[in-house]
């Protein structure tokens, strides 16, 4: 590759010569000439035309000295390295700028390379700080909004950075999740190169017990993954089923130890669609915007939970239900702030379940779901029996529909609310057994939790001496109660077929909802390989 040249010194020193001795041959005519060059190149790109304006044409990249030859080295080596972080590298046209700072001959030439490393470094700032796609392009339930840095601010940012490398590198996400989905990306595909994870396991079960060419088909298959030590055993011993636990638990699934369906499927994952995941998981990440420092709610749907992080450690977890996959009910992934909890809630039904679902009942029966109040527009309450459903349709159904507090309202018995557009909130619910099973997709959309108790007590531990009791004795009245978190918290809904813990092995789930599906395709699209081009 023609960038590779510029570790040999080229890139430090053509272009400051280029145009030392072009400010010598052209004087006073020089400095006119690249203005003019770099304003009708920038005229298509109003934030790049912009910045030049404000900063009177002077140059970032292709001045004479070591700044400017530090800025260029910078940028350069960056663009040489994007696929580690699961950007393309055809997107950035690295080896044509190159080409095209070597071949600069004029102050006209050095004008439009100013300009083409500007854009260059623009686009790398983006797509590495912010991501490179919109989610909501890729599918309509990742409704996060993207918080991207202002183009003219990166430029003077860069422009006043004492260490142009330091500052390149501060732009990915400074997490410890993006720092180790990365390592797991470069390690996987060293892995592939060397034949990934070998032959699949060629049956639906194995269980403690049975021995043969399948047990030694996935004895190597969980050595390769890492969750065996080596072993030369044909007997699917206490070995191999603590490491086929220790698989589960890393796969979200049921650690019975033994190797079903469920198990088998998800061994025979390929390591290059685990690869697909991480660089999934990279693009998340960058679309992200969290604190390292704090508390902070985060919910990921594919792993059916909802942890309190404390400065970047989880200090509790429980586990959750959420949206159906249905295309009206799938959960929504964004970020809010979390302001209180209520205990002993009113459900007031959403208008689509009370038309889609309880009119036709109503329509059936005037006394169905008898445990719903009607409220008119006055919010009096509405005799059902003066009333006739038949004339209503899903658009003019006139009346509200709520459920008093207790044990049987659909929200339990407290609720934890982050008031969105999206009417998503975390609640407790009376339907306890949905939590037992592997998958918990159940729900209209909103986060339902098993222990929704134990969650309001670490959110009340800062502001009360005595949470528990404090939480109860609230209960014990009955009455709805709205309780005020005294510090508002960061609430992150989001949607991880591959995260990392502290210790142990990278966690994969189910794509749930088929989100990450479409957002490998986008990647793809865009030029994103699995395995590197540029070594």
Not at 228 to 252: C, L, N, P, W
Not at 254 to 260: I, N, P, R, T
Not at 324 to 338: A, C, L
């Amino acid at each position: 590759m023609v960038h590779r040249m510029l570790t040999r010194g080229i890139l430090g020193s053509f272009l400051a010569a280029i145009f030392a001795v072009l400010v010598l041959t052209n004087g006073a005519q020089a400095f006119p000439a690249f203005k003019q060059a770099v304003a009708e190149a920038a005229a298509r790109d109003a934030d790049v035309a912009a910045f030049y304006r404000e900063s009177a044409y002077e140059p970032v990249w292709t001045g004479e000295g070591d700044s400017f030859v530090a800025r260029r080295k910078a940028l350069i080596a960056a663009l040489g390295r994007v696929e580690d972080h699961a950007l393309p590298a055809e997107r950035y046209n690295t080896d044509q700028l190159v080409a095209q700072m070597a071949g600069a001959r004029s102050v006209r030439d050095l004008g439009m390379v100013e300009v083409a490393l500007t854009k260059a470094y623009l686009k790398y700032a983006r797509d590495i700080n912010s991501g490179m796609l919109v989610p909501s392009r890729v599918d309509n339930g990742i409704v996060r909004e993207i918080q991207r840095r202002d183009r003219t601010e990166l430029m003077h940012s860069f422009a006043a950075a004492e260490d142009p490398k330091a500052f390149l590198r501060s732009l990915a996400p400074q997490t410890q999740e993006y720092t180790r989905l990365m390592k797991e990306k470069l390690r996987l595909q060293r892995l592939i190169a060397n034949g990934g994870w070998g032959a699949t396991v060629p049956v639906a079960k194995l269980e403690p017990g049975n021995s043969g060419n399948s047990v030694i088909a996935l004895r190597d298959r969980l050595m390769r993954m890492g969750f065996m030590q080596r072993s030369a055993t044909a007997q699917y011993d206490r070995d191999m089923e603590k490491a086929v636990q220790a698989f589960q638990i890393a796969h979200g699934l049921e650690s019975d130890g033994v190797a079903g369906k469920g198990t088998i499927t998800e061994i025979n994952v390929s390591a290059e669609e685990r690869l697909k995941s991480i660089m999934v998981a990279m693009e998340r990440e960058r679309w992200l915007t969290r604190e390292s420092v704090g508390r902070e709610i985060l919910v990921n749907l594919t792993d059916f939970t909802a942890k309190v992080m404390d400065d970047g450690k989880m200090t509790f977890r429980t586990r959750s239900v959420i949206g159906k996959n249905q295309s009206d009910r799938r959960s929504p992934e964004f970020s809010d702030t979390m302001t209180h909890m209520v205990i002993n809630p009113t459900w007031n039904v959403p208008r689509s379940i009370a038309t889609k679902e309880y009119l036709p009942m109503l329509k059936r029966n005037p006394n169905a779901v008898s445990y719903l109040r009607l409220v008119n527009g006055r919010g009096q309450t509405v005799d059902r029996g003066s009333v006739d459903f038949s004339q209503f349709t899903t658009r003019n159904f006139p009346f509200d529909m709520k459920q008093a507090p207790g044990n049987r309202n659909a929200l339990g018995l407290v609720k934890f609310m982050f008031p969105n557009k999206h009417n998503i909130y975390l609640h407790d619910t009376p339907q306890k057994a949905l939590f037992q099973r592997e998958t918990r997709a159940y729900s209209h959309g909103c986060i339902r939790l098993h222990q929704p108790f134990d969650f309001a007590y670490t959110l009340l531990e800062p502001q009360e001496s005595q949470p528990k009791d404090f939480f109860q004795k609230t209960l014990k009245t009955g009455r709805e109660t709205r309780v005020d978190l005294d510090v508002p918290l960061p609430v992150h809904i989001i949607y991880r077929t591959a995260y990392t813990e502290a210790k142990g092995p990278v966690q994969y789930r189910r794509d749930v909802y088929g989100r990450d599906a479409k957002i490998w395709n986008a990647l793809a699209n865009e030029g994103v390989a699995l395995i590197s081009h540029q070594g």
